[in-house]
């Protein structure tokens, strides 16, 4: 168990809904990750906040949008959902920002599925 | 831009055998490099890194990568392998110009399978 958690543990929808994936991160952890894992896309970056800041984005589509919170908890909002958006999606959190002294540790994941 | 190349993504071993994962990466900059794994219905949990100073890093369950400049390699090696070894590994790379963001940008991943 890392200590990061992700609710729900499975979403089913149709295409065109609108889902919201939470995250809590560990204890006094600040940052907070967001990765999308699909077949045939991989394990992709999607954003990162720190202390309620976007520090980065990576291809994170228009149509999703993600916010932390002042109690650091995350969310990741999908909507418009395509069929292609059926992934396995991942928070990570680590304590600071850089990579260099901060381990990040990933939550079980949500896999979202879009009918 | 960085990128991660895992060249196999399918690795099948008996165990006692030899694990070598094979990842190369692109980077304009001294780049950050990380081995995750990652269990059936699991997260992604960090066997070891390498940021800066000794270029062979030794990890969680005996495994360990050594950091190759020159070859731009990160490869993973473990000695005898373990039934319990059987994952998928991701290798990953981050910007160390950076101090503001940790994102990390991980390879295609290889599925490591261990015979008896």
């Known amino acids: 168990d890392s200590g990061v958690t992700q609710t729900p543990k499975h979403l089913i929808t149709a295409t065109g809904q609108r889902v919201t994936l939470r995250c809590s991160p560990r204890?006094?952890?600040?940052?907070v990750y967001w990765y999308q894992q699909s077949l045939d896309q991989g394990l992709q970056f999607l954003i990162h906040y720190y202390n309620g800041e976007e520090r980065a984005k990576g291809n994170i589509l228009e149509r999703f949008s993600a916010q932390q919170f002042p109690d650091l908890h995350s969310e990741l909002n999908l909507s418009s959902l395509e069929l292609g958006d059926s992934a396995l999606y991942f928070c990570?959190?680590?304590?600071?920002?850089?990579?260099?002294?901060?381990?990040?540790?990933f939550g079980p994941g949500t896999r979202l599925t879009v009918l | 831009a960085q990128s991660v190349t895992q060249l196999g993504s399918h690795v099948s071993v008996s165990e006692g055998a030899l694990v070598l994962l094979r990842c190369n990466y692109s980077?304009?900059?001294?780049?950050?490099l990380f081995w995750y794994v990652q269990y059936p219905n699991q997260g992604l949990q960090l066997l070891l890194k390498y940021t800066t100073g000794a270029t062979l890093v030794k990890g969680i369950n005996g495994f360990e990568a050594e950091f190759k400049k020159s070859e731009t390699s990160f490869h993973l090696t473990k000695p005898s392998a373990h039934m319990s070894d059987a994952a998928e590994y991701f290798c990953?790379?981050?910007?160390?110009?950076?101090?503001?963001?940790?994102?990390?940008?991980f390879g295609q991943g290889t599925t490591l399978q261990v015979k008896p």
């Open positions: 990953a790379v981050s910007d160390s110009g950076s101090s503001n963001t940790g994102k990390l940008i």
């Open positions: 980077s304009s900059v001294p780049p950050y």
């Open positions: 990570a959190s680590s304590v600071g920002a850089s990579a260099r002294y901060n381990e990040q540790f």
């Open positions: 204890s006094g952890d600040l940052s």
